[in-house]
């Protein structure tokens, strides 16, 4: 199979989907691999490196994409690629679509099969390619949330660890997914007050053997609303797999958190589980909605794209190897997990939380693949 891997061109996003070592699988198995040149730079890996490994270096992405059987990105398209992809061919990156109209839209009418990181689902419902950026963007929220709370950063100058004879901050995180788990475990680290809000018993009670320090709660509204101005520092990690992220903190609750609080909410990129949330990115991260400090950027791992390339290839790779050495489509027929991840095949939507986001039409994805 021809494999074409794209540059990012999201704000500040320096990770890449494959390494040269994964190019180094590829080769050997006999596939053609085409890398954007300059696109493993800013996880440290040079154009020569991807050629030693076997892979031919391309300097235009149209190009890159026209030849390619399948294009490996991390972010979802921007609107500059939108027009890259066509039928028979299929995507393989994260896109998060229900909470992006535009990109919904212009990939139904590519034609293309988008298979999506992020709902690749495993029999117990863990979601494998989420997971490992889900663990560096919750460890993540707890120094960009520390950081916010600085005075000279416009908070409230409280320090979350706390010092001898003075209370640490408290760290209030809906979700106790990996996100949920990371941060708690970092915030317990710090010494932080730390509650985690969650609406699975079986989780909570998982949780409450694994970290006897931390104070879990019931998700329901009156807990959340008893919850939320008490922290100094507020982190969102709910999901709904595929689904647009639900509201779970009103504006009203916000208001009520003391000015110079900080929210992060990783949940963002299905649309925030926070009513004040908006997306931000990494060269204009923060605003201020009711005194309190916004932090909403899509792409957080991004930031620290040598430690997350490492983290997300290695997720990545079985399941792209997959579809290079049978074909994508026998790939996505043998494979439960991965024909989980298939969100669109030639115009249709063939995943349920996308089609119900919008009002539009399911396929079943074993229909939709003939
Ligand atoms: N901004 C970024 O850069 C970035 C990076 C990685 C992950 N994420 C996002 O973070 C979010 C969380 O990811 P995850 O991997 O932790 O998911 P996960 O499935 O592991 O965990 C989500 C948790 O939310 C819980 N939940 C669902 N509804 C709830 C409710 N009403 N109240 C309380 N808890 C509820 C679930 O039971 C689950 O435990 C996702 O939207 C993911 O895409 C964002």
Not at 81 to 87: A, I, N, S, V, W
Not at 324 to 334: H, Q, R, S, V
Request: charged residues 25%; negative net charge; hydrophobic residues 40%.
């Amino acid at each position: 199979m021809i494999v074409g891997v794209l540059k990012e061109i999201k704000d500040n996003e320096n990770r890449v989907a494959i390494t040269p070592k994964g190019v180094q699988e590829f080769v050997s198995k006999g596939h053609e691999l085409l890398v954007q040149k300059d696109a493993g730079i800013g996880s440290g890996f040079s154009n020569e490196e991807y050629e030693d490994a076997g892979a031919k270096l391309i300097d235009a992405p149209k190009e890159l994409c026209e030849k390619a059987e399948m294009v490996m990105k991390i972010k979802e398209p921007i609107k500059d690629e939108h027009t890259y992809f066509r039928k028979d061919q299929v995507l393989f990156t994260y896109f998060h679509f229900a909470s992006m109209k535009e990109l919904t839209d212009n990939m139904i009418s590519s034609n293309a099969a988008c298979v999506a990181y992020e709902t690749v689902e495993l029999e117990d419902r863990s979601l494998p390619l989420l997971a490992p950026m889900s663990e560096v963007a919750g460890k993540m929220s707890i120094h960009i949330g520390a950081h916010y709370l600085a005075k000279f950063a416009g908070g409230k100058g409280i320090l979350l660890a706390g010092v001898t004879n003075v209370n640490s901050g408290t760290v209030v995180i809906i979700g106790g997914g990996v996100v949920g788990e990371a941060a708690a475990k970092v915030a317990l680290g710090m010494g932080a007050n730390t509650t985690v809000i969650e609406l699975r018993d079986e989780r909570i009670e998982e949780m409450k053997k694994l970290y006897p320090k931390l104070n879990l709660v019931k998700s329901t509204p009156e807990n959340i609303a008893n919850e939320v101005p008490k922290a100094d520092l507020l982190v969102g990690g709910v999901l709904v797999a595929g689904a647009e992220a639900p509201k779970l903190v009103s504006r009203e609750m916000v208001a009520k958190m003391a000015p110079g609080s900080v929210i992060v909410d990783v949940a963002i990129d299905q649309g925030g589980c926070i009513e004040t949330s908006r997306p931000t990115s990494h060269s204009d991260p923060v605003y201020v909605e009711e005194g309190v400090t916004h932090y909403c950027v899509t792409n957080m791992p991004g930031a620290f794209p040598r430690t997350s390339t490492f983290a997300i290839t290695g997720a990545t790779l079985p399941y792209a190897l997959e579809m290079a050495d049978k074909g994508w489509k026998n790939a996505l027929k043998e494979n439960p997990a991965l024909l989980k991840g298939l969100n669109m095949i030639d115009g249709k939507i063939t995943y349920k939380g996308v089609s119900d986001a919008f009002g539009m039409e399911y396929v079943e994805p074993e229909k939709a693949l003939g």
